[in-house]
């Protein structure tokens, strides 16, 4: 929008000079609008990154987690509570003990001694869990990244799909000004002149469409860090620079360095510090207690004193016992489990990111340029009369296709690149 901005501002600036001034404005006009290009904002993908991991929403959920682990880490570490006991008895009632004369009263202290270091295992609970949280925050950066990275590649094949279709656009005006040179001469039919404008038509709508899809993908981008608007004009990047590939085996062999794996391992030792505490809940805890009695009859204080002790507690928990070594060994078969699907995923974006590969090197190097070859001689004949306007505007869709299959198969290696390299935690070797 820019620039259109600045050409109208040429064009009448320009219709105001005389004759000797249109060259100067034309020069100073041209510097203004470089200059606009100039300071145009270009993102790479790095920052794209960095912007998410900073800025994402979905990560500031965990510094809540980890303020709210630091609290329960606090009353993991308390004591047991103490308690006041009040009791009154024998008083408001029938004959000698309607009123307090006869009234027995006592104040007592009590608590509780916790047997079997159910308080270290508490705390133990708590940072095992602190250590969970830290892994999965990392599973979300790692999930993060790689989205990010995702819609940025489909940033940047829009882009290759913007100036392709400008590409056909201007194939068209080329068609259409070959076909009107040969309808002058008397060698082509006007309804090819008018297929040929409808043709340009077409080009127009499908340029309107893909700049328009551009501007919907760069603004899902920006949503990875909040923003409501574009602020940036481009993304930077080869969408053909496709890298080198390990072999299949070492790349299944670094799937242990993925965060999603590493989660089940901090999940086991926190089911181990669950089991911990539930094996320190089979040692009963002694209740104690300690006060003083008076009684309003005798007029004498004494001391009491008392404990208790639950019975079988051994017992009654070994159900707790139980659920709780089921859940630390259905932990690591689901870790197997997640390995297995992990590998499969591997293998298949392993598989398609070397057919999408071999696909665009193919495209690249020998189908592209033939079939440029081919229209180039296809127009010239054309022109020559020896080729119908169907042979030539064939030639010319068949580059256009091979062109857009290009960006498609580059985009898919790419992308398929990303899920490679959240898979194992590892970039892939450029």
Not at 59 to 77: M, N, V
């Amino acid at each position: 929008m820019a620039l259109n901005t600045c050409e109208h501002r040429k064009i009448a600036i320009l219709r105001c000079v005389t004759p000797q001034l249109k060259y100067i404005a034309f020069l100073a006009l041209s510097l203004f609008t470089f200059n606009v290009y100039a300071f145009e904002k270009q993102l790479n993908l790095q920052e794209a990154i960095q912007w998410t991991l900073k800025q994402n929403p979905e990560l500031k959920i965990f510094d809540f987690k980890q303020t709210a682990l630091t609290g329960q880490e606090q009353t993991a570490s308390l004591n047991p509570a103490y308690e006041l006991e009040v009791e009154a008895e024998n008083f408001a009632g029938s004959g000698e003990f309607n009123a307090f004369d006869s009234a027995e009263l006592t104040v007592a202290l009590s608590s509780v001694i916790e047997m079997g270091d159910k308080r270290s295992a508490r705390i133990g609970l708590v940072s095992k869990s602190r250590a969970l949280l830290t892994a999965e925050k990392e599973v979300s950066a790692l999930n993060l990244m790689a989205q990010v990275t995702e819609k940025y590649v489909e940033v940047l094949a829009a882009q290759q799909r913007v100036i392709l279709a400008e590409n056909a656009l201007s194939l068209a005006q080329e068609t259409l000004e070959i076909v009107s040179q040969r309808n002058r001469a008397g060698a082509t039919p006007e309804a090819e002149v008018k297929r040929s404008k409808a043709v340009i038509a077409q080009a127009n709508l499908t340029l309107q469409s893909e700049q328009k899809r551009l501007e919907y993908l760069k603004l899902s981008l920006s949503a990875y860090w909040g923003e409501t608007s574009v602020s940036f004009s481009r993304v930077t990047g080869d969408l053909f620079q496709f890298g080198n590939d390990s072999d299949f085996s070492s790349l299944f062999a670094k799937l242990e360095k993925n965060p999603a794996i590493q989660v089940y391992a901090s999940e086991q030792r926190l089911k181990e510090a669950e089991l911990q505490l539930a094996k320190t809940e089979s040692t009963a805890n002694i209740k104690w207690s300690v006060g003083v009695r008076r009684s309003q009859e005798a007029n004498d204080t004494a001391l009491v004193a008392g404990f208790s002790l639950p019975l079988f507690a051994e017992k009654r928990n070994s159900g707790a016992i139980a659920s709780a070594l089921a859940e630390r060994d259905q932990v690591a078969i689901e870790k197997e489990a997640t390995k297995l699907r992990f590998r499969n995923h591997l293998l298949r974006a392993y598989s398609n990111r070397k057919q999408a590969i071999l696909t665009a090197n193919s495209l690249k190097q020998s189908v592209i340029p033939m079939l440029e070859d081919a229209l180039e001689d296809t127009q010239e004949a054309y022109q020559k009369g020896r080729y119908g306007y169907l042979d030539y505007v064939s030639a010319r869709q068949e580059l256009l296709n091979a062109r857009r299959t290009l960006i498609d198969a580059a985009s898919a290696a790419l992308i398929y690149g990303a899920e490679i390299e959240k898979l194992t935690n590892e970039a892939l070797s450029l």
